[in-house]
């Protein structure tokens, strides 16, 4: 076997194994954080909006970060603005082939304008070619803004329900904090920073070694790798027909990835924002973003058809951003 043979060999194998480090150091962080927050007393409702919502966006964010601090910047813009597309077009895309996916009032009331916001956002601050510390803070205060409203939602419906009697208020004193959710959470951490510096290497390398640029690593390898967490438990969903978790999971993860990973990074490192990205990828994340809400809007949900349109539109992206 050739010298290149084995490089190419290592650096798939590097990959395959970061690609399964994220996932399973997601699932981890979800089930730590999740139950050692409500054992600490945060309420069930609350601890899945904020806590839950964020920790399945934490592979982007350990992807975006590392590859920001050690290798560039402009990577885990790739990583992140990829992720969001494949988000709609594979994994929207892919659930809906499934099954059919009604979507609720709620979820387009009071969540798609977030997923609007943010991605308008990206896009105007990323015009002038470079995300800065305060483009970075403006994202974070959407952010804020948004972490603040799902919390006050979360406590109004808990309220109602507390009123109308639909729950049992001690439910949630079942669930306590235990040494065994610390570990979880510690391991899910490790296996992120371990899975995300395994992704970037052997994503990187790999491709590198046939040409391909940095750009191009970050809107395919390093994208499909941090979204597949979002498009395992949509898939799942949707066999088990809980579409309206589909279709959450995917808003909620397009809104953290814009204004909370781009924000964390912008801050620490500024990023640049190539040519490229801002004539085709960051046009493609409004078409995807508009296209999909558009579906919603039309009969209340996402069909096969839609699914069969996002998952070909994401294919002629693809091809596309191809060297």
Known sequence: MSALASLLSFDTAVLVAGIVALYLGAEALVEGASRLAIGLGLRAAIVGVTIVAFATTTPELFVAVLSGLGYSADLGLGAIVGSNIANIGLVL?????????GVSTTTLRRHVPFMIAAALALV????????????????LIILVA?????VYRAQAAKADAIATE?????????VSATFKDVLYLGLGLLLL????????QGGKGLLEAYGFS????????????????????????AVRGEAEFSIG?????????????????????????????????????????FGVIA??????????????ILVVGYLVFFWLILP
């Open 295 to 308: 579906m919603m809007l039309r009969n209340r949900d996402v069909s096969r058809l839609d699914g069969g």
């Open 124 to 139: 105007l601050l990323g015009m002038d070619g470079r995300l800065g510390p305060l483009d970075g803070g403006i994202l």
């Open 93 to 101: 895309g892919i659930s809906a082939l499934i099954q059919p996916m």
């Open 146 to 150: 948004f972490t603040g409203y799902l």
């Open 193 to 200: 920073f371990v899975g995300s510096n395994w992704l970037i």
């Open 166 to 174: 639909e729950i049992d208020i001690e439910d949630e004193d079942e």
């Open 249 to 289: 999971n995917v808003v909620g993860s397009n809104i953290y990835n814009v204004v909370a990973v781009l924000g964390i990074l912008a801050i620490m490192v500024p990023v640049s924002v190539p040519e490229s990205t801002i004539t085709l990828d960051f046009p493609a994340l409004l078409v995807f973003t």
């Open 214 to 237: 940095t750009r191009f690593i970050g809107l395919t390898i390093l994208a499909f790798g941090t979204s597949l967490p979002e498009l395992a438990a949509s898939v799942v969903s």
